[in-house]
């Protein structure tokens, strides 16, 4: 085994997962490619992984576990230790939408449950049980700046659809959880980040396109297009590879200048 970083990437197996395991991977790290049910996509980006880091010798695994189910976090956070020894990042990347938009006067509790346990509970304290290791542990990282969280949250964070309550406040949670954990993890050496995709073509706006597209046409984003999952997983290489290592609890937008305000 090489002396590159391992990382572990919740929901790797496609979208924005999957182009932030493929960075990485070109990166020459080692990556830990976890998926809830989806086996065929992670085996794939794993394989695409592998491809991609032949060079320097990166290995690519897959981890099957559910994030919102803290003995799977547990599972995840062992299977990658039991085949690396370690581990130096965390990109908290899986999430869900409501399974059915709702206005908010109509949508249900059991979709706002889930919501929180998937999105905000789960990189909560994934993240809790990672930092414990590290601190624990005491390894030298093989990270330039030191251990590495990730957030990915999204421009959801802080802009109001009332057509999907539940998924805005899981994000807007998520947002704090990253500065909260940027300022309990900085005094340690650990640095912490939030990525804040816009609208990004994947499986999980897929059923919207036709509405996107019209609003993309019409101006919504100022660079005039959808978001490619590519451009977080981007963002996701700068940020572990050291580029900005004074600068934890930042917000990083990859949405196209969609967040500034406009007249
Ligand atoms: N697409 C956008 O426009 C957009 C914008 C802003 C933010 N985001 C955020 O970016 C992240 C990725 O979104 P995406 O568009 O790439 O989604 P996606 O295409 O729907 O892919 C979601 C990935 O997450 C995994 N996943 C879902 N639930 C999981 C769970 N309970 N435990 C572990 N993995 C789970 C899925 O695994 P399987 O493959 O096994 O099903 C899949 O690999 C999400 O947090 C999302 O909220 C997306």
């Known amino acids: 085994m090489n002396s590159q970083p391992v990382i572990l990437i919740t929901g790797a197996?496609?979208?924005i997962g999957r182009a932030t395991a493929l960075a990485l991977a070109a990166q020459g790290y080692h990556v830990a490619v976890n998926y809830v049910g989806n086996r065929e996509a992670a085996e794939d980006t794993a394989r695409c992984c592998r491809e991609a880091s032949a060079e320097s010798g990166g290995e690519a695994i897959t981890i099957q576990g559910d994030v919102g189910d803290a003995k799977h976090r547990e599972g995840m956070m062992r299977a990658v230790l039991d085949h690396f020894g370690r581990i130096d990042g965390l990109v908290n990347n899986a999430g869900i939408a409501p399974k059915q938009r709702a206005d908010i006067l109509d949508a249900s509790e059991e979709s706002f449950e889930q919501l929180m346990r998937v999105n905000l509970q789960g990189p909560y304290f994934l993240t809790q049980r990672i930092a414990r290791w590290w601190i624990r542990e005491q390894p030298e990282s093989r990270?330039?700046?030191?251990?590495t969280v990730i957030f990915i949250t999204s421009i959801s964070s802080d802009m109001a659809s009332v057509n999907r309550g539940e998924y805005c406040v899981s994000k807007a949670g998520l947002s704090?959880?990253?500065?909260l954990w940027a300022v309990r993890l900085a005094q340690l050496g650990i640095l912490v980040y939030e990525i804040r995709p816009g609208i990004v073509a994947?499986?999980?706006t897929a059923k919207v396109k036709e509405k996107y597209d019209a609003l993309i046409q019409d101006?919504?984003?100022p660079q005039h297009r959808w978001g490619k999952p590519e451009d977080t997983g981007k963002a996701v290489a700068s940020l572990m590879r050291g580029d900005f290592p004074y600068s934890p609890g930042s917000v990083i937008y990859?949405?196209?200048a969609l967040h500034i305000?406009?007249?």
Do not use: C, E, H, Q
Request: net charge neutral; no cysteine.
């Open 176 to 179: 704090m959880a990253a500065s």
């Open 202 to 204: 994947t499986d999980m």
């Open 13 to 15: 197996g496609r979208g």
């Open 261 to 263: 305000p406009r007249l």
């Open 254 to 256: 990859t949405d196209g």
């Open 143 to 147: 990270l330039p700046n030191g251990f």
């Open 219 to 221: 101006g919504l984003i």
